[in-house]
């Protein structure tokens, strides 16, 4: 069947560096996205893997292993504004789109 | 460039009542996509268009819900009759590439109460 796994909530301190961590197991595998989405807000692109490695934009990194069915999201100099859930999506054989729950990030001064 | 359009933003509905949804995506995006989130959860696919047609509507709740893409560009999204359970956000989305390989752009979302 298809699942996704991310933690539901995390909590970080301004200035640090978190990772979060998402697990799927679906029937096939297209590519990962990630999220973000503000309270009350819709969600934004964040990244996109399709080959295993690690990629970074800025501030954010997203990195992907296929053969684990592992991807995890990397936020570094955190910043009150990183506060948001973090959706992981996976884009399967037929191409669909298989979202997680989402992972709330609280950011603490 | 102007972004997904969606309206109204809020609606309250009482159970057994028929409500719509409206979205206009990006110009030129052929793909669009109707999301229900719950609070706290994924957004789960309703309905995903290509162009006017549908591409994937097998978590559309048939008996209440229906989409229509008029002229491949805007859509409604209808709910008749309302039930509890379907208070949620429903998110329009929008994308350029038709193989979910792409990034979707989401409008704001309209927030439905049902009560």
Not at chain 1, 81 to 93: G, I, R, T
Request: with cysteine.
């Amino acid at each position: 069947g298809q699942n996704i796994d991310q933690p539901t909530e995390m909590t970080a301190t301004e200035g640090a560096i978190v990772q979060i961590n998402c697990t799927y197991q679906t029937s096939g595998f297209n590519g990962l996205f990630w999220y973000q989405q503000h309270a009350g807000e819709a969600p934004t692109f964040l990244s996109y893997n399709v080959l295993d490695g690690l990629e970074e934009k800025g501030r954010f990194s997203s990195f992907l292993s296929r053969s684990k069915g592992y991807s995890y999201l990397l936020l570094k100099e955190l910043q009150m504004k990183d506060s948001a859930s973090y959706l992981c999506a996976v884009n399967e054989d037929n191409y669909q789109l298989i979202w997680g729950a989402g992972t709330k990030l609280i950011i603490k001064p | 460039e102007a972004g997904v359009a969606q309206s109204p933003r809020y609606k309250i509905i009482e159970k057994r009542q028929s409500v719509a949804f409206w979205c206009n995506p990006i110009s030129g995006h052929a793909t669009l996509y109707w999301y229900q989130q719950i609070l706290g959860q994924g957004p789960k696919l309703l309905i995903q268009f290509q162009n006017n047609g549908v591409v994937d509507d097998s978590q559309l709740p048939k008996d209440r819900f229906s989409a229509e893409r008029l002229k491949g560009v805007d859509s409604t999204l209808k709910i008749q009759p309302a039930k509890l359970e379907d208070s949620a956000v429903y998110l329009c989305a929008s994308s350029l590439v038709q193989t979910n390989t792409g990034e979707l752009f989401f409008g704001e979302g309209s927030r439905l109460t049902v009560l």
